[in-house]
């Protein structure tokens, strides 16, 4: 079955960064676009950043844009974020999303920026 896990979330202090990782399997990754959303504490969802499946970055979210950089390696079914110059805005739990016939979620990784 279709599946993703995301890792690399963590507590940090604003400047620092992080590289979040999505690692799939169950479907052919190369094939699907790939999505991060986040959500923070009493707030909805949000669409971080998208590429699709030859690499192209589609999106990415104006409060992210020359900080954060999505990118993905097909030979090793997985998609990363790297965050840099974190803000304490970027609180939030962090969740990588794919199509493959029908929207697949991972279970998150929280994200903490310390001020």
């Known amino acids: 079955q279709v599946q993703l896990v995301e890792s690399g979330g963590g507590l940090v202090q604003a400047g620092g960064s992080l590289r979040l990782s999505c690692a799939t399997s169950g479907f052919d990754f190369s094939s699907a676009g790939m999505s991060w959303y986040r959500q923070a504490q009493g707030k909805e969802s949000e669409l971080v950043a998208k590429i699709s499946f030859a690499g192209v970055v589609f999106y990415l979210t104006d409060s992210v844009a020359g900080r954060f950089t999505i990118s993905r390696d097909n030979a090793k079914s997985t998609g990363y974020l790297q965050m840099n110059s974190l803000k304490p805005e970027d609180t939030a739990v962090y969740y990588c999303?794919?199509?493959?016939?029908?929207?697949?979620w991972g279970q998150g990784t929280q994200v903490t920026v310390s001020s």
């Open positions: 999303n794919v199509y493959w016939y029908e929207p697949y």
